[in-house]
């Protein structure tokens, strides 16, 4: 997700780096646009909303990452990738609502990468994106990421270079709630994956080799085909090819994996989540998928919807729950006795992943079970109702902008109002405004939009978010305020297809 082609253009706003702002002025936009009339990330206005957030009784939390060369044990299966320690996910963070988190990356890899603070409204320099509000960090480099954690919730991090994210380069950070009266008294984390690499591809090359089949004219006749006439096409160099489709989102993805992972683990050698019987639990649950959404369920079980994104719902019971790429719902629930399979779904793929829950006796389900959960009431988040607590309050929007999102598989290019993201010029809103943005889906596939730095309310139902799922054909429009000001990534949480220009700066101007 680095934008590589525009880091030129891009850089010219992040003052001060190595000689590359500043020199001959403001670059220009394709729309007359200057960066000298966007908010930058280093500007006073981004340092000031900082300051603003610091509280008085805050604590620093420090935190340790390193990205570097990792083997990791899947269960049975060992594979060469990169990770932040010797096992997926990476270290849990772990702060309170107002502490600063001050996280120091050393840099163990051969390329250069970033940490990016999923969900996060934290000050725009330390967002992590390369190219735009700060600078790669090297082989062998460090950097240091402070920033305050302001609203409580399950979050997660990881690069926001290129396809890294699908590598074992991920991690969840929780932000508790100092005045949150547990009403659970156990707390798991669940972190849904699929995976590929180290099986004999990387994500760079499915990512090649999507972009490849449609380049060079290997697949006669096919140059130009809408994703809609093919569904999915498989990542597999061979360039193998089949549909992947789902009831509830249409196309499901593009990239098949041999694996899908529950906290690191495949369905043949699951993790076991333990309680004691009747005990109320807390799961945070988290989609760190790049391709593929989980429908996720609890054999024997009703799953209560508490949070989405971090951020409190009305809260709504349910058989199963869809997550896209990018998506954390807590749930929570009070467990019978015995061992029970909980699975998830990679949604429109076949394939799932498997962990156990055990309060008691009982046989362990095997690695395929089918669960009847999976097929009752299955909720998507966007459909959920906000807390009141959270609600936005009604106000006119001053500000609407329209992304249509558009692409195809051949060639394999995803765009924003027809243009991929090295042609698009940045979504400017004004501070304090009140913003709209209208995601118009005319794919035949499903992409989760993600807005950076902002949780915004769906305009439907009022849920706050900020990773949306917009199904084929359908518009959702989405509403938050303008009040943290700097240089913001719009895209599909999709990695490939972000990778593959879907993907916008949404900008404060001056
Ligand atoms: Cu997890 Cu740009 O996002
Ligand atoms: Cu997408």
Redesign the pocket.
């Known amino acids: ?1 680095s934008p590589t082609l525009t880091r030129r253009r891009l850089l010219a706003g992040v003052a001060g780096a190595a000689g590359l702002a500043g020199a001959g002025g403001a670059a220009a936009w394709a729309g007359g646009l200057f960066d000298s009339q966007l908010v930058a990330p280093t500007a006073d206005l981004v340092a000031r909303t900082e300051a603003a957030r610091r509280r008085a009784d805050g604590r620093t939390v420090r935190v340790a990452l390193n990205p570097r060369p990792v083997t990791l044990d899947l269960g049975g299966r060992q594979v060469q990738t990169w990770g932040y320690h010797e096992s997926a996910p990476g270290p849990l963070i772990r702060a309170r609502a107002g502490d600063v988190l001050r996280v120091e990356v050393t840099n163990g890899l051969a390329a250069g990468t970033s940490v ?1 603070w ?2 996060v409204a934290l000050r725009n320099d330390m967002d992590g ?1 390369p190219g735009v509000t700060q600078q790669p960090i090297a082989a062998g480099g460090r950097h240091t990421y402070e920033f305050t954690v302001p609203d409580p919730g399950t979050y ?1 991090y ?1 690069p ?1 270079s290129g396809v890294q ?1 699908d590598r074992g380069l991920y991690g969840v950070l929780v932000v508790d709630d100092p005045h949150e009266a547990g009403r659970y008294d156990q707390e798991w984390i669940v972190v849904l994956d699929d995976w590929v690499d180290g099986t004999g591809r990387t994500p760079d090359d499915v990512l090649a080799s999507l972009q490849s089949m449609g380049g060079h004219g290997d697949m006669p006749g096919m140059a130009g085909m809408d994703h809609g006439s093919m569904g999915g096409m498989s990542g597999m160099p061979m360039g193998g090819m089949e549909t992947m489709t789902s009831p509830l989102l249409g196309g499901a993805g593009d990239v098949t994996y041999p694996h899908y992972l529950i906290n690191g683990r495949t369905p043949e050698a699951p993790v076991t989540l333990a309680a004691r019987p009747r005990q109320p639990v807390r799961i945070r649950l988290v989609n760190a998928a790049s391709d593929t959404a989980f429908r996720v369920a609890l054999g024997g079980h009703r799953l209560t919807v508490t949070h989405s994104d971090g951020f409190p719902v009305t809260p709504t019971a349910c058989d199963a729950l869809v997550l896209g ?2 998506e954390r719902a807590d749930v929570t629930v009070e467990l019978s006795d015995g061992v029970f399979p909980l699975v998830a779904v990679a949604e429109g793929k076949g394939g799932q992943g498997l962990a156990l829950v055990r309060t008691g006796a009982g046989s362990a389900p095997s690695a395929t079970v089918h669960l009847p959960e999976l097929d009752r009431r299955v909720l998507l988040t966007g459909g959920l109702r906000p807390a009141d607590a959270v609600r936005l309050e009604r106000r006119e929007a001053d500000r609407v902008h329209r992304l249509v999102l558009g692409g195809s598989m051949m060639p394999y290019r995803w765009t924003l109002n027809g243009a991929a993201f090295d042609k698009l010029d940045p979504l400017v809103v004004g501070q304090g405004e009140r913003v709209r943005l209208e995601f118009v889906n005319q794919t035949t596939m499903f992409h989760p939009m ?1 807005v ?1 730095g902002h949780t915004f309310a769906v305009a439907d139902t009022g849920v706050r978010k900020d ?1 949306v799922i917009v199904v084929p054909k359908q518009t959702v429009a989405v509403e938050f305020d303008a009040t943290n000001p700097g240089q913001w ?3 599909c ?1 999709n ?1 490939y297809h ?1 990778e593959s220009g879907m ?1 916008i700066n949404l900008a404060y101007q001056k």
Do not use: E
């Open positions: 997700m990016h999923h969900g994106v997660f990881h926001h994210l790429m990018g993600h950076h990773t990534m719009t895209h949480h990695i972000a993907m």
